[in-house]
């Protein structure tokens, strides 16, 4: 127990003075997943929206497939990565294994379907409301799937919301792919994997604070942003 309080007070230290360490590994981990929301969202979204508003031969069958992709092992698609990028691979002359690029890789694979998944469902539930007022003004299809993002943004602020916590909290495949690299490719969650295999506490609980801080502070923010508590819509 006096351990346990030993490394609680420590890692509140490195916390309040700012660790250059203990910064460097957020402030990366953050880059990595946000380029990683970002770049899921600009292909799960519009996705999302082509599902819920155009029907073809396949749709349902895509629909099953992201939903079953859910709960795709992150392992499994951090080793389908890697085989992908390593000097044998079919793309290992770009050279990016073991870079923060490859981990932005892995994070998209595994958050288009979450994001995606969420997303069909609230487009889907609009689009039943605004079919036929949107099919009697003879719009064209790119203007049906903008009016849905917009007129649904909040709940797609919702979704990337649980693609980022998806992302942020993720360290099976990052750290295949990532290799865990001091100073290169070291994030929150593989470094506290680390730090806890050495038996340093007092990093690992900072690192673990630093992580469960910016999860909650970017939930405030897209609370914030959808504007959920304010004019009585919380």
Do not use: C
């Amino acid at each position: 127990m006096v351990d346990l309080w030993s490394g609680l007070a420590q890692a509140f230290w490195l916390v309040v003075t700012l660790n250059s360490e203990l910064i460097e590994i957020a402030l990366r981990s953050l880059r990595v997943s946000m380029t990683a929301l970002l770049i899921a969202s600009l292909i799960a979204m519009p996705l999302a929206a082509l599902l819920a508003v155009k029907r073809f031969r396949w749709r349902r069958v895509i629909i099953a497939v992201l939903n079953a992709l859910m709960g795709l092992p992150p392992v499994v698609v951090g080793l389908v990565v890697y085989v992908l990028l390593s000097r044998s691979g079919p793309l290992g002359v770009l050279g990016l294994l073991f870079t923060p690029t490859a981990m932005v890789i892995a994070q998209v694979v595994i958050i288009v379907p979450l994001i995606a998944s969420i997303a069909h469902q609230a487009l889907r539930d609009l689009w039943q409301e605004y079919h036929d007022l949107l099919i009697s003004m003879n719009v064209s299809q790119w203007q049906k799937i903008h009016t849905l993002l917009w007129d649904t943004r909040r709940a797609l602020l919702t979704a990337a919301l649980a693609g980022f916590g998806r992302a942020i909290g993720e360290v099976g495949a990052i750290m295949i792919v990532g290799g865990n690299i001091d100073h290169a490719t070291r994030v929150l969650t593989t470094a506290i994997a680390l730090e806890t295999g050495k038996g340093d506490f007092a990093l690992a609980l900072a690192l673990g604070f630093v992580l469960i801080a910016m999860a909650i502070s970017v939930s405030l923010s897209i609370h914030w942003l959808s504007g959920t508590e304010r004019e009585g819509r919380w």
